[in-house]
């Protein structure tokens, strides 16, 4: 009877000390793990930036390859949700973004269903480091008595941030990878001189753009002719807007003229562009590469704190009617900036 009792005060005790191990200790906790990117943050950021992109490097996709997946909302902003279920490992639940500032915090909130119960928030972090971007994944979150209870015989910081060291990795090795496979371009900074066009102007849909050059270029000519005079420059594409919404462009194609000869142009759509400090980027290759340029241009303009006003000009230095080689022909791209 002694023994029994004994055994029972024991039981007690070591019940007590059990539970007051899971009342006492922190209440929150936060677990991360940092690397730096050889590359800048306009450039780590498309990897970080939607539930499918951190999804390409989670360190969980290989513990179940067939895990079901789903996607609720619009990726990328704020209220998409994406779900999974999979096998014991990886089990159930979804990931919901709840805010994103570009090129600096993507922060989701996770919910997980199975094999346990719990909720916690996702950060990715980003900043500046030297010419490289340093990345801080971490996963925050508020102890209830279970999880505080399982951090006393569990190195929950150990664990958790070993499969953050090799999610990182991975973003590290795919981010470093697509920017050194990205184009590079010099850009070079020009005076801009005021300069006159005659040519044709309008706001064109996107999929109408071939038939507008043709029709400005033709109707610079005709003007050119009739008022006899030389172009003073190249085929030209001056662009006022570029409405990624409505899929259109405001904008003129046509020939620069000497800006004595206005009077001349009766009745022609002209157009003079202002004199400005300017950024130029000479492209070698066909039309459809031509994304690349301009993207690499509005990084710089970003990064060195300019402003882009007015004008984005295309200058058709060579072409399909002079060069039968795509890749020789040349495009000078020309930003008036401030």
Do not use: C
């Amino acid at each position: 009877m002694k023994a029994l009792k004994i055994i029972l005060i024991l039981v007690l005790a070591i019940g007590a000390m059990i539970s007051a191990m899971g009342f006492l200790g922190d209440d929150g906790y936060r677990v991360e793990r940092s690397t730096t990117i050889a590359a800048p943050m306009d450039d780590v950021w498309p990897h970080v930036a939607s539930l499918g992109a951190i999804d390409k490097w989670s360190p969980w996709n290989e513990l179940d390859p067939s895990m079901k997946k789903s996607m609720e909302g619009t990726d990328g902003q704020v209220g998409a949700v994406a779900k999974w279920e999979g096998n014991e490992q990886v089990g159930k639940g979804e990931q919901r973004i709840d805010s994103i500032a570009r090129n600096s915090l993507v922060r989701t909130h996770l919910t997980f269903k199975e094999p346990w119960q719990s909720e916690s928030d996702a950060l990715i972090e980003l900043s500046a480091e030297g010419t490289g971007t340093k990345v801080t994944w971490a996963m925050v979150g508020q102890h209830d008595f279970t999880s505080r209870l399982m951090s006393r015989f569990m190195d929950m910081d150990a664990m958790m941030g070993k499969d953050f060291e090799k999610g990182l990795s991975m973003l590290k090795a795919q981010a470093e990878k697509a920017f050194a496979a990205k184009p590079k371009f010099e850009i070079q900074t020009i005076d801009w001189p005021t300069t006159l066009f005659v040519g044709k102007r309008g706001v064109v849909a996107w999929a109408d753009m071939k038939a507008a050059f043709e029709a400005g270029f033709g109707s610079g000519m005709e003007a050119l002719a009739k008022a006899k005079v030389e172009p003073a420059g190249y085929p030209t594409g001056v662009y006022f807007e570029w409405n990624e919404a409505d899929q259109t462009a405001d904008m003129i194609a046509g020939f620069p003229v000497p800006m004595d000869s206005k009077a001349k142009f009766n009745g022609a759509d002209l157009y003079e562009s202002p004199a400005s400090k300017a950024l130029a980027i000479d492209h070698y290759g066909g039309y459809g590469g031509m994304m690349g340029p301009h993207m690499a241009m509005d990084e710089y303009i970003k990064a060195n704190g300019l402003t882009h006003h007015t004008n984005a000009i295309e200058e058709y230095v060579t072409g399909p009617s002079t060069e039968p080689d795509s890749t020789k022909w040349l495009t000078r791209i020309i930003y008036l900036v401030k």
